[in-house]
Each structure stands twice: as C-alpha cells, then as structure tokens.
C-alpha cells in the first residue's frame, strides 16, 4: 500500500509556520524504490508554479515507519476536520464503534462538526479527550503532534486548530490500516458525501479520504486532505496535501487538490509501492 496525503490553504503564522514540520525521520530502507522520479518532481514543479500560492505534498508506503517522500514548499498547518479521523479511532479505543456509528459516520462522511463535539466529549474532559487522541495518533506512528484542548479561536472548535504537520499527519494515515480499531473509520472514509469527493476522491481511483479546510482571520483558506489510494495494480498509497492558494479562496485550493490527485496518480511509480509494512 502507499499512502498519500495532500493539504491546501492558507497556513497562519501563530498557527501554522514553515518551522512546525519533524525534520530528518527515519532513514529510507536500501530496498526502498523512489515512487517519483526527478523528472516527475520537475514536473510537479511547474504543476505547483501554474497552481500558484503554496503547495505541500507527502507521498509513502502503507504502515509503520513509512519512508515518506516530499513534494512542495508548505509544510503544515492547522488540522481542521481531517483531525475528526483520530478523534473517530480514538473514541472507538475507548469504547468501541457500534454505539457511536451514527456520530461517527457524520462525522466523517459529512465532516459534522456538532457530530465530531459529541465524540469528542464522550473521550471526556479536555485534556483528557486530548491525550486519548494523542494516544489513537500515536498508535498509528505519529508520536509527535499535540491535540489543542483550549478554544483559541471564538467559533471554531479546540481539537480543529491543533497544528498537524504534513509529515506527521502523513505517518498517521500510512499506519492507520495497521490499526484493528481504524476498521470502521476506513470504511466510512470509503462514502464521504459529493459535495466533499475532490482532491484525492476525483482523482480517478478508489480512495478513502478526510479533508480539513478553514480560514485564518483575514478569511484566507488552508485546504488539506489525506487519503489512501487503491492503484491499479492492487497496491495502495497513502498520500497527504496541504495548499494556500493564492486568493486565499476555497474553491481555488479544492481545484488544486484535484489537479494535484490526478498528476499524483498518472505520476507515481505503481511498480515501486511497497507492501503493507505493520
């Protein structure tokens, strides 16, 4: 499998910044074939110079300790809905998925964000709810981001402005297969509703993804999504992308995520996808 995950927006400088991104990781395996050749990274070069504002990338193999390839200058920002995929594990952790379905599926499939506070409060207080959510990201090989338990924007959610780097959030979704609990979270992430299938749900192949998108407080949009991707081969990748487009706008950044999703898959070497590695 190869997992890929794909953000774009507008990044805020108290919540966002270029710095927040885990440097170095892990050291590719030897075995290890690049899914994208120079050629290809020239290419998403001039794909990125068209697009304009700021575009981020993160390609890798599905499981743990992925070795994960970079495309892009963005390099994060904060998690928006697509911080409801942890939150849906964790509560599922906690006390399983049947009792929870309905919320977890509007949460999910629908992005709810009334849905997505149900869920959250059922893990309890909040530090408590954010250290359970830690623990479900943790699980799934990201070890270094930190839930925001306190309301920092009026409106908006506290669990929503928690800063996700692209590489961390890109180490979650690879090994979120490898995780029993992240079942029914997979198969919802399978039925997002129309109006959220783009970026990764139109890239012509069956995906399972979970966008996050919002705006800073000058209304500029970040728009990000993560997904899994099944290629035609039989393999799958995981992928995430993040962009602030250059209006700040929208539907400018769902546009780019789509036309990013495509290249990605006429792109990607299928025959150098690894295996599920749990």
């Known amino acids: 499998m190869v997992i890929l995950v794909l953000a774009t927006g507008v990044l ?13 990781g892990p050291p ?21 110079q068209q697009l304009g504002g700021r575009v981020g990338v993160r390609v890798s193999g599905v499981g743990r300790r992925p070795s994960i390839e970079r495309l892009g200058r963005l390099s994060g920002g904060v998690a928006w809905s697509s911080i409801k995929v ?5 509560v599922i952790r906690r006390s399983g998925a049947s009792r929870n379905m309905s919320l977890l599926r509007r ?47 009026a409106g908006f ?19 979120l297969p490898c ?3 992240s079942a029914p979270i997979l198969r919802l992430m399978g039925q997002v509703i129309a109006s959220q299938q783009w970026g990764l749900g139109s890239s012509r192949v069956p995906a399972r993804i979970k966008g996050g998108w919002g705006p800073d407080s000058a209304g500029r949009y970040l728009v990000r999504q993560m997904g899994l991707l099944e290629l035609p081969n039989g393999r799958t990748v995981a992928v995430s992308v993040a962009t602030i487009p250059a209006d700040g706008r929208y539907d400018t950044g769902v ?3 789509t036309r990013i999703a495509r290249w990605l898959v006429q792109h990607l070497d299928v025959n150098g996808v690894p295996g599920r590695r749990c």
Request: a positive charge.
């Open 12 to 24: 805020l400088a108290a919540a966002c910044g270029g710095g927040d991104e885990a440097r170095g």
């Open 28 to 48: 590719r395996r030897a075995a290890d074939t690049e899914l994208l050749s120079a050629a290809d990274r020239r290419s998403f070069a001039r794909i990125s």
């Open 86 to 90: 942890p939150i849906g594990v964790a």
């Open 107 to 153: 949460a999910i499939t629908a992005s709810d964000n009334h849905a997505a506070e149900q869920l959250w409060s059922s893990l309890g207080a909040q530090r408590t709810a954010g250290r359970a959510v830690e623990r479900a990201l943790a699980a799934a090989g990201d070890t270094s981001t930190k839930v925001q338990t306190r309301r920092t924007r």
């Open 157 to 175: 959610t506290s669990f929503g402005q928690t800063r996700w780097p692209l590489t961390s959030q890109q180490r979650f979704v690879a090994g």
């Open 179 to 181: 995780l029993p609990a």
């Open 255 to 257: 546009r780019s995520l």
